[in-house]
Every structure is written in C-alpha cells, then in structure tokens.
C-alpha cells in the first residue's frame, strides 16, 4: 500500500539565520538595477547564499521585484535621434540591422569588412546626427548581454521572499502528484465541486470520506505539466478551508512514488493568517467580467491590446497569500486580478502585495491597499489597467496599440482606429501593419487580421447571404460595421492595401 513508500521531506527554508543572506542577495540586485546584464556576476548571489539549488530557487522568488529589459534606442542615442529612426519605421535594433543591410547591398555589393566598418558606419550615421560608436551599439541593442536589470515595485523584504519560497516550494513537490488525499471538515461538497470542475480536475470521495483530486500523466510520463492544475486546485482548497485540513500525496520524483504529507509546516505554508481566496461571489464576479471582456472584443472595441492569462502562483507574503485570478499581460507590464469579494484582506497587508507586484482588487474597495474594482465593468478595469500601464513607464505608441489589438480580437473597427489616430484615420496610418500578409485595411470597416477575412471571404464565396452575415456577427459582432462588411464581401470587392512607406534616405 501506499503507506510502504518512502516520504519526502522538501527543504523548506525555516531558519531566521537564512534572512541576512537573502538581505545582502537583495542589496546585491538592488546595486545592480540599471546594470547590464553582461555586468553581473552570475555566482555573485550563489556565493552569498552559500548553497546553489537553494539560491536558484530563492532567484526565482525574486524574479516578480528584479527583471532584465531590453533598452531603447532614445536611452543611448538621444530622444532627437530616436525620434528620427522611429518616423521611418525604425524602432527595433532589427529595423535598423535590416535597414543597414539594405545599405550595404547597395553601396558594398552586400560586405563591408572589418577595417571599413567604421567609415561605412560614419557615412550612413553623420547625416543622421549618430556616431558610428552609437550605431554599432544601437545594431546589438536586443542581444541578451546588453539587457538592463530593472526592479519592479518597492524592494523586497527577505520574510515576503522567504515565505514565498517556502509556499512555491510545497506548490512544487504538489504539480509532481498523481493522487492527492485530503480531509476538508466543514467545506460544503458542492463547493469542493465547483473548484475542482473549474480547474478542470478531477476530484472523487473515497469510501473515508476524503477528497481525492486525481493528477495526469503526459504522453511523456511525467505528472508536472497537468501538475500546474492540480496544485492550484489543491491550493484552493485547503487556503478557503476551515482548521482542521490534512492531506497527503503521492508524488513521482525521478519516476520514484513517494508519500508528501500535507500536514505542520507544508500545509502553514499555504494556510497563512490572511488570505485573499475568491469564493462563489467571486466566481460570479469574474465571470461577468469575462463576458464584458469578450463583448468588448465582439464589438471591435478591444481590450488595449491586454490579453488574460490564467494564473498559476500566488502572491506570498509573510503572514498573506492571495490568490489571483486572472493575469492581465501587455508587452513588459503583469497586472494581477485578485478577488477580496468573499473575504476582505487587511489593508495593509494589500499595499504591500500591490508594491511588491501591480494588482487590482475584485470585488471591494481595497480599503486604500491597491486599485479596486467594486463591479465587474470592462471600461473601468481597461482604465485601471492603463493607468499603472502609465505609472509602470511602459506607454505605447498607436500603432503598437492597435496591433496587439488584431492580434487579439481579430479586428478593429473604424471607430476605434479614429479613437486611437485622432481624425485623420487614413490607410497610410496603420500601412506598417497592413504592408505584411497578417492583417488588411477594409475601407468603411476598419483594420482584420488576414486569417478572419480571409475565412469569411471563403464563405462568402458559396453564395449563402444568411450563413455569411451570421459568421460575421460571429467574428466582429452585429450592427452597421457587420452589414457593411457583409456587403463588401458578397460584391466582391478588394480590400485596400495601403502604400508602403518611403524608406530612410540614403
């Protein structure tokens, strides 16, 4: 049986003398910030926490507060200069690569070697007010080595990090699980139902009386990519529980099964004094906002280019846990959902986790803590999102903005495109999305992904009018823009691909 097993006893980091060490990793990074990462000794932390895995491990914790960022052109080449490049279309090191290589094509047969790499750099950056110094950094801006640390938040505290190790580290061992057993005094069936059914796990009685959530193994064996689920299930479960949760779970290390038991140490690691659990109001809750998020994107409006992740890890502090439940993700900025609606958490408590990530609070006020979303209102949340977009310094130009809006719904209307353009919505405005194959300028309508017209334009093509507008009210919701698209389709007409923009003068 299963109690024949060998446990397995994770390495759970409880002692204090830990906390000075984890304090000068933390002063280490902080000295760092706005360093390259070429700069920093990678077994700088490691020797200062004296043992390899535990220092890997107590990085990852640290990876929410210290992240490496890709520099921008105007961050060495001056705000003028950068202005220049980004009104040809240049705002990438490769726009400018591809741009330099063009230039050589045409003056160097396509070489350039090494002793006149400078003249020839000279020459192409003088007119443009660059070094060939600049240039030949700006070319290499993206590699790996040239990435800058920057911290996120106020700078972390070695008890949030260590309790954060602690709790992933129990999370951890639990995605490795092929059965999990666990007593639930006091939690309603049903409840532990409708968990388990949103998850997508399944969950079972024994003849004791237990919960049992099932794991999954892969076509490859292992148990950790299902894993994810079950531990975020399982987390749940014993977090909106009252006293008196226990478990224990059969776990595969090394294709070895082991008993974990979820008891002491492991389970108060999950169970701090304050947590923020969404429960059923919660639930109802998120769900309304999915469906104002979803008629927002039916209606060509969009979301900002904002797309939803579900979220896997909770946010641990010393003595706090919340649990988000939604991730809201635009380029280099992360902004948690997390619900307080059936559990208001001490207000305290939420400025801290709201300072050590961006999130916003469901279902209440947030008490000052952190921004909050009393309703479940798409056009409040969307001006919540942008405004810590803006207090995080990761502003987007427009056309930035409505490509990660087709990328996400599908289209954008032309009322959106005269929102975000101003007035003078033209098809030369958004001609660098338009130029590629991946997206088209429908005159009247607004701006498809490729994939979308290109499927309605199939159907338009068996002669069915009814079956045609019902795939368009599908694909970019009903009303005039629906009709108009509609017609445009059934009379066959071209869609207009814009003039290419001029190229950078020689």
């Not at 660059?130 to 070695?158: F, K, M, W, Y």
Request: aromatic fraction near 4%; glycine fraction near 10%; charge should be neutral.
């Amino acid at each position: 049986g299963d109690e024949g097993l060998r446990r397995v006893y994770p390495r759970y980091a409880k002692d204090v003398a830990l906390l000075p060490k984890i304090d000068l990793a933390i002063d280490y990074l902080d000295g760092m910030v706005g360093r390259r990462r070429g700069d920093l000794a990678a077994e700088a932390v490691l020797d200062l926490l004296g043992d390899p895995k535990l220092a890997r491990c107590l990085l990852v914790c640290l990876a929410d507060s210290y992240r490496y960022r890709a520099p921008g052109f105007a961050e060495i080449l001056g705000d003028a200069a950068a202005a220049r490049l980004a009104a040809a279309e240049v705002v990438t090191p490769a726009d400018l690569r591809g741009l330099l290589y063009l230039e050589t094509n045409r003056v160097a047969d396509g070489f350039v070697a090494p002793a006149q790499r400078e003249v020839f750099l000279t020459a192409w950056g003088q007119p443009r007010g660059l070094t060939a110094v600049q240039l030949g950094e700006a070319l290499h801006l993206d590699a790996e080595r040239n990435a800058i640390l920057v911290r996120s938040g106020n700078r972390p505290r070695a008890e949030d990090v260590r309790a954060r190790y602690n709790a992933l580290l129990t999370l951890s061992v639990l995605r490795h699980a092929s059965e999990i057993a666990l007593d639930l005094p006091g939690v309603d069936p049903a409840r532990v139902a409708t968990i388990c059914e949103r998850e997508g796990v399944p969950a079972r009685r024994d003849e004791t009386g237990r919960w049992v959530v099932q794991g999954r193994r892969n076509a490859l064996g292992t148990w950790s990519g299902f894993g994810a689920r079950v531990a975020r299930c399982v987390l749940r479960l014993v977090a909106d529980a009252p006293k008196g949760v226990a478990g224990e779970a059969i776990v595969h290390l090394n294709a070895v099964p082991l008993r974990f038991l979820l008891d002491g140490f492991p389970l108060d690691a999950l169970r701090p004094p304050d947590r923020a659990i969404g429960g059923p109001v919660g639930d109802l809750l998120m769900n309304r906002l999915h469906e104002a998020i979803a008629q927002r994107r039916r209606q060509g409006i969009g979301f900002g280019g904002w797309t939803v992740r579900r979220a896997t890890e909770p946010i641990v502090l010393e003595g706090a846990l919340l649990l988000p439940e939604a991730i809201f993700v635009r380029d280099s900025v992360s902004v948690a959902l997390v619900s307080v609606a059936d559990g208001p958490l001490d207000p305290e408590r939420l400025a801290a986790a709201h300072a050590t990530r961006p999130l916003i609070v469901l279902g209440g006020d947030g008490g000052g803590g952190a921004p909050a979303l009393r309703e479940p209102d798409g056009e409040a949340l969307l001006r919540l999102l942008e405004r810590i977009a803006v207090n995080s310094g990761a502003g987007r130009g427009p056309l930035a903005i409505v490509a990660a809006e087709v990328a996400d719904a599908g289209w954008v209307s032309l009322a959106r495109l005269t929102e975000v353009f101003g007035t003078e919505v033209l098809a030369e405005r958004v001609s660098a999305l338009t130029s590629t194959s991946d997206s088209a300028f429908v005159p009247d309508i607004g701006v498809l992904r490729s994939d979308v017209l290109g499927d309605l334009a199939a159907r338009a093509a068996l002669g069915d009018v009814a079956a045609l507008r019902v795939a368009v009210g599908a694909a970019i919701g009903s009303g005039a823009a629906a009709d108009a698209l509609t017609l445009h389709l059934l009379t066959d007409a071209a869609w207009t691909q814009p003039t290419l923009p001029a190229p950078l003068a020689a």
